[in-house]
């Protein structure tokens, strides 16, 4: 057992950063999902993913109410999810605030007509299958219409970074 202090606190206020903080201590994957707008492809950089169902193939992600995003992403009735390999690092950095999006980008219109980014390390082309009320984030659950996979190794994100898998 680790000998190092622990540091307990009620979530909310004064301490909604050490709750993010203490959030940021899960290690996960990373992934772009993507979606199409009236006005051209919309993407976000999104670390909130989940498997759901294998029958039906239903997976989730959520996105912050507070995001620019969101009013695209909530409204959109299809959505691609692309997990990223420890080598597609600029594809997370494309679409985090202030990234260059779809500018230069190659890609191609989907089942449903999501935005799809080829050679991914994994893909899930989704219909929204349900949304739920998730506090300041809105659940987005899809249903899988069709996948994509390759070879590699995850791109992970914990405590801020991103990094790699070490076996």
């Known amino acids: 057992m680790q000998t190092e ?5 009620t979530p909310g206020g004064e301490a909604t950063r050490a709750f993010r903080d203490a ?6 994957g990373v992934t772009v999902v993507t979606c199409a707008t ?15 169902s294998l029958d039906p193939p239903l997976v989730l992600w959520s996105i912050a109410r507070s995001s620019t995003r969101f009013a695209a992403f909530s ?3 299809h959505f691609a999810i692309h997990i990223l390999a420890e080598d597609e690092r600029d594809l997370a950095a494309r679409f ?6 779809f500018d230069g980008l190659d890609w191609a219109p989907g089942p449903g007509g999501a935005p ?8 899930f082309d989704c219909r929204l299958h ?10 987005l659950v ?18 801020g970074n991103f990094g790699a898998f070490a076996r």
């Open 5 to 9: 202090l622990i540091t307990e606190f």
């Open 96 to 101: 985090t605030r202030g990234g260059a999006g």
């Open 116 to 123: 799809v980014i080829g050679g991914t390390f994994a893909r």
């Open 75 to 77: 409204a959109a009735g």
């Open 23 to 28: 959030l940021g201590r899960f290690a996960t």
């Open 130 to 139: 349900a949304a739920h009320d998730g506090g300041d984030h809105l659940i």
């Open 38 to 52: 009236p006005a051209g492809p919309q993407g976000i950089t999104a670390n909130s993913f989940s498997s759901v």
């Open 142 to 159: 899809g249903q899988v219409e069709r996948a994509a996979q390759r070879d590699g190794a995850p791109l992970v994100f914990s405590q």
